[in-house]
């Protein structure tokens, strides 16, 4: 059972992380090109994504109390997906933070706290839209809490994997927007259907 529910985290974290790192590699290709510089990027990432995990989890302690909460759980994912694919989370923060950020100058290893805020605020700008997924994962028994969390941070640290060694070959991935879409699409199915 615990199983489950941290596959339900990991595949939710991938779903709606995928359109997020595509906003975030060409953001870290502009203000660094050490190794350090992407580790500091990929923390400022990882603390956004903990405030986005405890803002889902007031979330979805909210929809509980509504009558029919799976059906509004579903229809908000449902929601979620045509926007993604609509392309109102994609591209138009991307281009917003990426005016933000165009004019700093590259940042040296030595100011990774400079990096990790940079980091932090381009994650908290495209995650804040996963918090809807991410309050499915805490619509049951308060006792699963901690696996879907696991699963979620385990694949935020492929992401970040991803992030630091392979932004090059992840870029080329085609279909980016679809893939999230169908996920989103599943995702709010097996609500519908009792599974998560």
Do not use: C
């Amino acid at each position: 059972m615990s199983l489950k529910y941290f596959m339900s985290g990991f595949f939710v974290k991938l779903i709606t992380g995928f359109d997020d790192t595509m906003v975030h590699i060409p953001i870290l290709a502009n203000i660094t090109k050490t190794k350090l510089g992407r580790i500091a990027f990929s923390s400022g990432i990882l603390i956004a994504i903990t405030m986005a995990i405890v803002l889902s989890f007031l979330f979805a302690s909210f929809i509980k109390t509504l009558p029919y909460f799976k059906y509004i759980s579903a229809a908000l994912i449902f929601f979620l997906a045509l926007l993604i694919y609509f392309d109102v989370f994609i591209h138009k923060p991307k281009k917003r933070v990426e005016k933000k950020f165009k004019k700093i100058k590259r940042i040296s290893a030595k100011k990774f706290l400079k990096l990790l805020s940079i980091g932090f605020i381009t994650a908290f700008a495209t995650v804040i839209d996963d918090t809807i997924a991410y309050s499915s994962l805490f619509l049951g028994q308060s006792s699963n809490t901690l696996y879907p969390i696991l699963g979620i941070f385990s694949a935020t640290l492929l992401e970040l994997t991803a992030l630091i060694y392979f932004s090059k070959k992840v870029m080329k991935v085609k279909y980016k927007k679809e893939i999230t879409t169908f996920g989103l699409i599943i995702l709010g199915v097996l609500i519908l259907k009792g599974v998560l």
